[in-house]
T-cell receptor, first 112, second 115 residues
Framework: DGGITQSPKYLFRKEGQNVTLSCEQN?????MYWYRQDPGQGLRLIYY???????QKGDIAEGYSVSREKKESFPLTVTSAQKNPTAFYLC???????????FGQGTRLTVV | AQSVAQPEDQVNVAEGNPLTVKCTYS??????LFWYVQYPNRGLQFLLK??????LVKGSYGFEAEFNKSQTSFHLKKPSALVSDSALYFC?????????????FGSGTRLSIRP
């Protein structure tokens, strides 16, 4: 079954802790993305990667970090520097530029 | 820099009536444009795209969209709405001349279809 998998579905973090969200795809896509979704603000781009070992900051990268060591994997770390991390996080991947992106089912992160 | 605007937070339509969800964009070159739909607590599902060619594109679930270069718009339409069309809709843009894979989304429009 081809697709993109995010885990966990729900994640709770204590203030001051770093947490890592997993994103794996078996679509053989070069590009991968992380978005944050807050009510009424749509999807905001955190980081994206076009190829392995390379990634670029999106519009709201502060307080987040990523790695792209393998084509299939693009984990996102929410660091303690992110002051308001409670949100719904979506990972996506895409092939060539004229093709659509495929999305995972999302991870809902809550700070407790 | 590329950007997308969805001017309506919510659109309300009676079942059976036509619907339009608006989207305008800004890119430096010719855009690649996309529409997605999101159901509660789920990821986004692709509906349709405009890359080149015919300005009217058809997609999933009876949706279509019209690309208008002079008005920089890409409005989503459906001739006859269903209650099951109620969801959150996102417009997105890629700028191929910017040389990057970046995909930018609008703020979303909640579509509500009343029986």
């Amino acid at each position: 079954d081809g697709g993109i998998t995010q885990s966990p579905k729900y994640l709770f973090r204590k203030e001051g802790q770093n947490v890592t969200l997993s994103c794996e795809q078996n679509l053989n896509h070069d590009a991968m993305y992380w978005y944050r979704q807050d009510p009424g603000q749509g999807l905001r781009l955190i980081y994206y990667s076009q190829i392995v070992n390379d990634f670029q900051k999106g519009d709201i990268a502060e307080g987040y970090s990523v790695s792209r060591e393998k084509k299939e994997s693009f984990p996102l770390t929410v660091t303690s520097a992110q002051k308001n991390p409670t949100a719904f996080y979506l990972c996506a991947s895409s092939g060539q530029m004229n093709t659509e992106a495929f999305f995972g089912q999302g991870t809902r992160l809550t700070v407790v | 820099a590329q950007s997308v605007a969805q001017p309506e937070d919510q659109v309300n339509v009676a079942e059976g009536n036509p619907l339009t969800v608006k989207c305008t964009y800004s890119v430096s070159g010719n855009p690649y444009l996309f529409w997605y739909v999101q159901y509660p607590n789920r990821g986004l599902q692709f509906l349709l795209k405009y890359i080149t060619g015919d300005n009217l594109v058809k997609g999933s679930y009876g949706f279509e969209a019209e690309f208008n270069k002079s008005q920089t718009s890409f409005h989503l339409k459906k001739p006859s709405a269903l209650v099951s069309d109620s969801a959150l809709y996102f417009c997105a843009v890629r700028d191929p001349e910017a040389g990057a894979s970046k995909i930018i989304f609008g703020s979303g429009t909640r579509l509500s279809i009343r029986p």
